[in-house]
């Protein structure tokens, strides 16, 4: 029989590992931000409504609150290092943070937002309401559309679709992502957690 091992209260988020992150993203005063969100989860059916967990601290919390609307964005695999990269760069003193770090945008019909060209699925999100929980904010956004790549259909085929598992970070390598087909890469970040 296994024993069970105490796991640290700061590392129960853990647990939940690999998750597949979204890109957040936001235009705000004529500045385009985005950011890696790890923890992001539907809410609500009708009216759709999804979660994500943002640091209040991050420029592009305070762009989207500002905006009042934000976008979803699910990246595949082959562009952990672009990932890894937005997630490290600040967007304050820099135009559009996406193509900084080698991502192509385009304005959401809806929100006029701007989402990535290279997703294979993207939301456009109006800011229904924030909360406090914690060191995070729950930023909850109501989905105004939604659209995805043919490797999408009622479900994903991951025959075709290959999305990034963010596994965490490790203090002396950096950040760990995983494939659904058993690949591996682990990008030097500048930070841990």
């Known amino acids: 029989m296994t024993s069970w091992v105490e796991v640290e209260k700061s590392k ?14 936001v235009e705000f005063k004529n500045r385009i931000g985005g950011m890696p969100a790890i923890w992001c989860t539907p809410l609500s059916f009708n009216p759709p409504l999804i979660g994500v967990a943002v640091a209040p601290d991050h420029q592009t919390f305070k762009m989207l609150t500002g905006a009042k609307a934000f976008g979803i964005n699910w990246l595949e695999y082959r562009y952990a290092k672009e990932l890894a990269q937005l997630g490290q760069t600040s ?10 770090v080698g991502l192509k945008t385009f304005e959401g019909k809806k929100t006029r937002q701007p989402l990535i060209e290279q997703s294979s699925a993207t939301l456009e999100c109006r800011l229904n309401q924030n909360h406090r929980m914690g060191t995070h904010e729950l930023v909850v956004g109501e989905v105004l559309s939604a659209y995805a790549r043919d490797s999408f259909d009622n479900y994903w085929d991951f025959t075709r679709y290959s999305p990034i598992l ?15 087909r058993g690949r591996k890469m682990t990008v030097p970040c500048a930070h841990s957690g």
Do not use: C, D, E
């Not at 967007?91 to 900084?100: A, C, E, M, R, W």
């Not at 963010?166 to 494939?179: C, L, Q, V």
């Open 166 to 180: 963010y596994a965490g970070t490790n203090k002396r390598k950096g950040w760990i992502f995983m494939s659904t």
């Open 91 to 100: 967007t304050q003193g820099i135009t559009n943070k996406l193509t900084s």
């Open 12 to 25: 129960v988020h853990r647990l939940f590992y690999p998750q597949v992150p979204v890109v957040v993203t």
